[in-house]
């Protein structure tokens, strides 16, 4: 029996790569000669770098750039096996996993560290990126990026604004004289985690980027080759942190389970939360989705658990399965 399991990873918790590994282990205990094939997933936000560079035996680039509220943060990026491509997150520069509970304030955030991320990937010669913008901290429309990478944002009365979302809305021109010329040579694909636009038609990424919006998992199940991997599968599991009405609108486990809808293969969803909605997810080829929360906790305290509740879980689903599969009509 081969099983495949593709989760995203759930936010704040645990890695696409734990997910998997937990999942597998529940599994495994009671089904423990069936053949696991782990995909770790992303469609866009945490977790798209170690995706893609997995898939294509590539490596990390690490550097030091600027955070979303100004502070200095090892941040880092993904050269594919080729060499010819690289993979941004904007998490990885300014997410909000870089900034404490207290001090979230997307009006004074910044995407600065992402154009200094770009700006590394070009000083390297790269002309293909991909960049993954879910996750974020920011709201700045792309302001702090493009200034990295030369764009000068002006007022009213011509005086240069600072990068962040509290400015945006005081952006009367954009100056591009001194925009890095190198980024006319690129293709950039811009990795989003739901289907609604970066910004408005004229806004900061629009007029310097040039670049062409997909859904991040669309470019991440290429990659992973997830559809080789469930021809003949008995079962697919995947899950995110959250799976919720939103679900639908272009996230992991719904692109995981419209590969595995093409073989007529079951899909189980698991989740930390179950929010709003989640009966939508059944037209899109989720059967059946789960919550790994075993009782009401304290956020901190549900986070530090993710781990342990996502093997119990999967082993309880995995007993539900086993049972089934002896009940006799």
């Given at each position: 029996m081969k099983i495949v399991i593709a989760p995203d990873s759930f936010k704040e918790s645990l890695s696409a790569e734990k997910c998997c590994q937990a999942i597998k282990a529940g599994f495994s205990?009671?089904?423990?000669?069936?053949?696991?094939?782990?995909?770790?997933?992303?469609?866009?936000?945490?977790?798209?770098?170690?995706?893609?560079?997995?898939?294509?035996?590539?490596?990390?680039?690490?550097?030091?750039?600027?955070?979303?509220?100004?502070?200095?943060?090892?941040?880092?990026?993904?050269?594919?096996?080729?060499?010819?491509?690289?993979?941004?997150?904007?998490?990885?520069?300014?997410?909000?996993?870089?900034?404490?509970?207290e001090k979230r304030n997307p009006l004074l955030a910044s995407s600065f560290g992402t154009g200094e991320l770009i700006r590394h990937a070009l000083d390297n010669g790269i002309r293909h990126i991909i960049l993954g913008i879910g996750g974020s901290a920011t709201v700045d429309g792309g302001m702090g990026m493009a200034q990295a990478l030369g764009v000068r944002f002006l007022d009213a009365d011509g005086q240069v604004l600072a990068a962040n979302g509290g400015n945006l809305a005081r952006v009367a021109s954009i100056e591009m004289d001194e925009c890095d010329p190198r980024l006319a040579n690129c293709h950039i694909e811009v990795a989003c985690d739901v289907d609604n636009p970066l910004v408005g038609p004229r806004g900061a990424a629009a007029?310097?980027?040039?670049?062409?919006?997909?859904?991040?998992?669309?470019?991440?199940?290429?990659?992973?080759?997830?559809?080789?991997?469930?021809?003949?599968?008995?079962?697919?599991?995947?899950?995110?942190?959250?799976?919720?009405?939103?679900?639908?609108?272009?996230?992991?486990?719904?692109?995981?389970?419209?590969?595995?809808?093409?073989?007529?293969?079951?899909?189980?969803?698991?989740?930390g939360v179950l929010g709003d909605g989640v009966e939508v997810v059944h037209q899109y080829g989720i059967d059946a989705v789960f919550s790994i929360l075993p009782r009401l906790a304290p956020l901190a305290e549900v986070l530090a658990s993710g781990e342990t509740n996502l093997f119990n879980s999967a082993r309880n689903i995995a007993c539900a399965i086993k049972i089934g599969q002896g009940i006799k009509n």
């Open positions: 205990t009671v089904f423990p000669d069936a053949h696991y094939i782990c995909l770790p997933i992303a469609d866009g936000g945490e977790g798209t770098v170690d995706a893609m560079v997995a898939a294509t035996g590539g490596n990390i680039v690490t550097l030091e750039v600027c955070g979303p509220i100004g502070e200095k943060v090892n941040a880092f990026y993904g050269l594919t096996g080729d060499g010819k491509t690289v993979v941004i997150e904007m998490a990885a520069a300014s997410g909000l996993m870089l900034v404490a509970p007029v310097f980027l040039n670049a062409e919006i997909k859904p991040g998992i669309e470019i991440v199940l290429r990659a992973v080759n997830l559809e080789q991997a469930v021809q003949g599968a008995a079962l697919v599991i995947t899950g995110e942190g959250r799976i919720d009405s939103q679900t639908a609108g272009g996230k992991a486990p719904l692109g995981v389970a419209s590969v595995a809808k093409q073989f007529n293969v079951p899909v189980i969803g698991i989740a």
